[in-house]
């Protein structure tokens, strides 16, 4: 007779992707002794016909896909806020690096200006340095504003990231841990 070929374990197995991992380790977790159990020796669910018991029983699953879909999605979209919030932030740090750079070329330029400027030449026009100066420092009020606004969005999306993490958390620990009573 030949091996079956279900248990032949040489060839190598292709990887699962991560959902994968996250599923099998899920059933593996969940208590489906337990559940079964407890339902074996639910009481209300003997008292009942097995149309309405059917029907209660779908209702309740019904309801926690929609929880659980849900609550996925709150995290998907928490994720993608964040994803883009941090992006926000990275730009505004780089407007940042350029304002700097900016100020202190204009900043050296109008220091060497000044410290070059002989009171008997009336040639030399030390306005349009100061304006370039200005105008670098409005630049840099301007992107520090830009940052500070994207740090709080990053913030509070992080916040609402964590917080779905959370409620997703709490509906699988709901799942896994066996009922009290």
Not at 33 to 56: G, W, Y
Not at 113 to 120: K, P
Not at 127 to 155: G, H, I, N, V, Y
Request: overall charge negative; hydrophobic content about 40%.
């Amino acid at each position: 007779m030949y091996p079956r070929t279900d248990t032949y374990t040489d060839a190598p197995e292709a990887p699962l992707p991560d959902w994968a991992e996250e599923v099998e380790g899920f059933v593996r977790r969940t208590n489906l002794q337990h559940v079964l159990a407890k339902a074996e020796n639910d009481q209300s669910i003997d008292a009942m016909p097995l149309r309405p018991a059917l029907s209660t029983a779908r209702e309740t699953l019904d309801a926690r896909t929609r929880e659980w879909r849900a609550s996925a999605k709150a995290v998907e979209t928490a994720m993608r806020q964040l994803m883009t919030a941090e992006h926000t932030r990275g730009e505004a740090l780089k407007a940042l690096s350029r304002a700097q750079s900016e100020i202190e070329r204009t900043a050296s330029e109008l220091t060497s200006a000044l410290a070059s400027f002989d009171e008997r030449d009336e040639s030399k026009n030390i306005d349009p340095l100061f304006r370039l100066s200005d105008d670098a420092l409005e630049e840099l009020e301007r992107t520090t504003t830009e940052l500070s606004l994207a740090q709080m969005w990053c913030r509070s999306t992080w916040d609402a990231y964590v917080a779905a993490l959370a409620r997703e958390q709490l509906l699988r620990f709901e799942i896994q841990a066996p009922e009290l009573g």
